[in-house]
């Protein structure tokens, strides 16, 4: 009490001390007052890029069934509400898409910031199409206006978020517009994707464009802007276009799992499902992505079952196969994946196959397929799209070997292989070892406790739509 007490009379005899140059006198001239949006751009691609990837390593590749966890496997084992070594994606979202509005505001105020209106938007739809396709209704429209704004927003329908204006599609049509609209010779700054190419920032929109028009396929018909895409052809094309940064052998740009203590590194081994879905096409990334379990006498590989019961199971390290060297002791070759060709290739073979565009589905399939093995650094089998990932293979569907080839080449990156295994059921996940969730594959990420505690009016109606938070309940595109 007493502290309270002092402080608030400092506070006083500073308000009785204040004179006409108060304002100036205590204005640091070193630190200013705004923040760059050169500045902000770089933090926000690398901040959500280096988080997103993380995340993809300790938590989407547990859902999607790429690794499994050891240990710490509430997350591996269902328990969404309960994340551990990741699976909170939430607070990423929200701070990258609050700070990249900040970027927006200022280039929409400011002339000199103009170059940024365009990366902004294409930024907050690519962010904003991750986050609702996790939680399916999320705040957006008013969430992210900061003083000027609401501090308890609105949950906004998924629908409304990829259809109505200033929403996902919307935003990516105005980031082109506003780049094709910029004649100013002010470069673009702090651009870690594109070094500041704004012609390379509408293939990366176009590429988004695609593929969130496959994903909303279901529930609208996209096939006339799917073919004009197409047609008109100004999309990611290959692997030197992607939306991509590199990570580094050092800190601070190295990949964290580089960094982090041996033990959280060792308690993430190879999956069972991915496993034997690489081994049936004997697909050489297996080399690539993991490295033989200590136990083997000729460079073998071996995947757990995901889901384990840690307290009652006991598991020898050395008889499982660890993450791949590029993962820990050689990150360099390491990408924090925003979208690719061979991603973009994968979505207009599906588009191709469902008769939404006119093209030959197969012939993208096979671009798709060698530009992951690409991406990946790894040759090619000469025989791989013959025998064992033949298009045509009659044991398996068309988009069964589409999806399985996007799924296997999205490792870490971010949730997407679990996405699309809810929008396809493709591969065939396992059922896991020991469910916390009933025995059922989740098909959304649950709101975090603090969505409750902090915005609980709001909060109640999104509670209720899914079935008090259920992790069953599925988002819109899926329905």
């Known amino acids: 009490m007493k502290k309270i007490i002092y402080t608030l009379a400092i506070f006083a005899f500073t308000l009785a001390s204040c004179t006409k140059d108060f304002e100036e006198l205590n204005t640091n001239i070193n630190e200013p007052v705004a923040v760059q949006p050169s500045l902000l751009l770089r933090q926000v691609i690398y901040d959500f890029g280096e988080n997103m990837s993380y995340e993809g390593f300790v938590a989407g590749d547990l859902l999607a069934q790429h690794r499994t966890a050891l240990d710490f496997n509430l997350f591996d084992r269902h328990d969404l509400k309960s994340p551990q070594l990741g699976g909170n994606p939430w607070e990423i979202f929200y701070t990258n898409l609050r700070d990249n509005e900040i970027i927006l505001k200022q280039a929409q105020e400011t002339t000199a910031y103009a170059v940024y209106e365009g990366p902004a938007l294409i930024l907050k739809a690519y962010m904003a199409a991750g986050l609702t396709d996790l939680f399916g209704d999320v705040p957006y429209f008013e969430a992210f206006n900061g003083i000027d704004g609401t501090v ?42 594109y070094n500041g190419n704004l012609d390379s920032w509408i293939l990366f929109a176009n ?23 197409f047609t008109e052809g100004n ?18 740009n190295s990949f964290r799992l580089s960094q982090l203590r041996v033990g959280d590194f060792n308690n993430f081994v190879l999956s069972e499902t991915m496993e034997e879905i ?15 379990f200590s136990n083997s006498s000729s460079n073998e590989f071996n995947g757990l079952i995901n889901g384990i019961d840690a307290s009652s199971t006991s598991i020898a390290l050395a008889d499982y196969s660890l993450a791949g ?30 008769g939404l565009i006119s093209t030959d589905a197969e012939t993208l399939y096979n671009t798709g397929v060698a530009q992951a093995f690409e991406y990946w650094n790894t040759t090619l089998p000469t025989d791989y799209l013959t025998v064992n990932a033949n298009f045509n293979d009659a044991t398996k569907t068309p988009l069964e070997q589409i999806i399985t080839q996007k799924w296997i080449a999205s490792v870490i990156n971010g949730y997407e292989g679990w996405i699309e295994y809810r929008r396809t059921g493709y591969p065939a996940l396992k059922a896991i070892s020991a469910s916390l969730n009933n025995g059922v594959i989740p098909v959304r990420m649950p709101y975090p406790a603090e969505a409750a505690s902090l915005n609980s009016e709001n909060y109640a109606v999104a509670d209720e739509a899914t079935n008090g938070n259920s992790l069953d309940v599925k988002v819109w595109w899926n329905n």
């Open 235 to 252: 999309y990611i094309k290959n692997n030197s276009q992607n939306a991509i940064f590199d990570f580094t052998n050092t800190e601070p």
């Open 207 to 229: 590429s988004l464009k695609i593929k969130y028009l496959i994903r909303i396929s279901d529930k609208v018909d996209v096939a006339n802007q799917l073919q004009t895409l």
């Open 325 to 354: 060297i590029i993962f820990r002791e050689d990150s360099s070759t390491l990408d924090a994946n925003f979208i690719t060709a061979w991603e973009t290739s994968f979505l207009l073979a599906e588009a191709a196959q469902k």
């Open 152 to 193: 308890t927003p609105a949950y906004d329908l998924q629908e409304d978020i990829y259809l109505s204006e200033n929403g996902i599609l919307d935003n990516l049509d105005k980031g082109i517009a506003a780049i094709n609209a910029y004649t100013s010779s002010i470069a673009l700054e702090g651009d870690i994707l």
């Open 278 to 292: 690489l081994k049936e096409l004997n697909d050489t990334r297996i080399e690539t992505m993991f490295r033989p």
